[in-house]
């Protein structure tokens, strides 16, 4: 696992995590992490990730559910 330093800058506050590349990935789709962020742009970068689990999720219950059928 390669993993990176990133820092979030939230509210005029800087917090630095370590985090998979892939992680990094997903979180940068949604939040520009070379700006300061707010509030609001958290919970929409969430709501954006929780929707897209959401979906993947219903996804994978509809393949499970039609291969069951075999």
């Known amino acids: 696992m390669n993993s990176k330093e990133v820092t979030f800058h939230?509210?005029?506050?800087?917090y630095t995590?370590?985090?998979?590349?892939?992680?990094?990935?997903e979180i940068s789709k949604y939040?520009?992490?070379?700006?300061?962020?707010?509030?609001?742009?958290?919970?929409?970068?969430?709501?954006h990730l929780s929707q897209d689990y959401h979906l993947l999720k219903k996804d994978i219950e509809?393949?499970?559910?039609?291969?069951?059928r075999f």
């Open 62 to 68: 509809d393949i499970t559910n039609k291969l069951s």
């Open 17 to 25: 995590i370590s985090v998979d590349e892939n992680i990094y990935k």
């Open 10 to 14: 939230i509210n005029n506050m800087a």
């Open 31 to 47: 939040l520009d992490l070379e700006k300061n962020n707010d509030t609001k742009d958290l919970l929409v970068a969430y709501l």
